[in-house]
């Protein structure tokens, strides 16, 4: 897991939802994509945070509280560009399974957002002559800035134009390749 991406810690989801540490661990236990850091406290990137809270939290993750979250998440990600030149960029070898964990989880207009993110990356993958168009349409979903979109509409963090779009794609698809990929430059 990239910690670039990983920027809500388990204390801050308990400030930002106004909850206990054993409902937070209770909500994000079990085997998932986290990163530790130094005195046992972890952190996860948006998309597996409001994965596992629509899945498991009463309430969902909607409303104010989806607001706080992501708004949470763009302003720690902006500090960490800022003062540890931060690449969110990676998405790790479980990006995959990830983006259909997220996936399976939006709700109204969040729907049409990621398939128009999805049309965006198509369009530019198969204009760039690349491969696993299919795998990138997938793994672009959680991409922080397209999350962010796909999550409350904010276009601040996606590309601009097809040259935009073409760009994030190519640097997605060199940076996250597919395991036959990274054999077949071998």
């Not at 909500?27 to 409001?50: C, D, F, I, M, Q």
């Not at 899945?55 to 607001?67: A, E, P, Q, Y």
């Not at 491969?131 to 999550?151: C, D, K, N, S, Y």
Request: aromatic share 6%.
């Amino acid at each position: 897991m990239n910690n670039h991406t990983c920027t809500i810690r388990t204390t801050d989801l308990q400030n930002l939802l106004s909850i206990t540490d054993r409902t937070v661990y209770r909500w994000l236990s079990g085997p998932y994509p986290r990163h530790a850091l130094p005195k046992n406290v972890r952190t996860y990137a948006l998309p597996e945070v409001v994965a596992r809270l629509r899945l498991r939290r009463k309430n969902g993750l909607s409303g104010d509280d989806l607001h706080r979250v992501v708004t949470f998440d763009s302003v720690a990600r902006s500090k960490a560009e800022l003062f540890q030149n931060a690449d969110f960029m990676w998405l790790d070898d479980d990006a995959e399974a990830r983006a259909k964990e997220f996936v399976a989880v939006l709700e109204g207009e969040e729907v049409e957002r990621a398939r128009a993110v999805q049309r965006a990356v198509r369009a530019a993958a198969l204009a760039g002559g690349l491969t696993g168009v299919q795998r990138l349409t997938e793994i672009a979903l959680i991409h922080p800035g397209a999350a962010r979109f796909i999550l409350t509409g904010s276009a601040a963090e996606t590309p601009c134009g097809d040259a935009g779009w073409q760009s994030f794609t190519k640097a997605l698809w060199a940076i996250n390749p597919k395991q036959n990929q990274i054999l077949e430059a071998a």
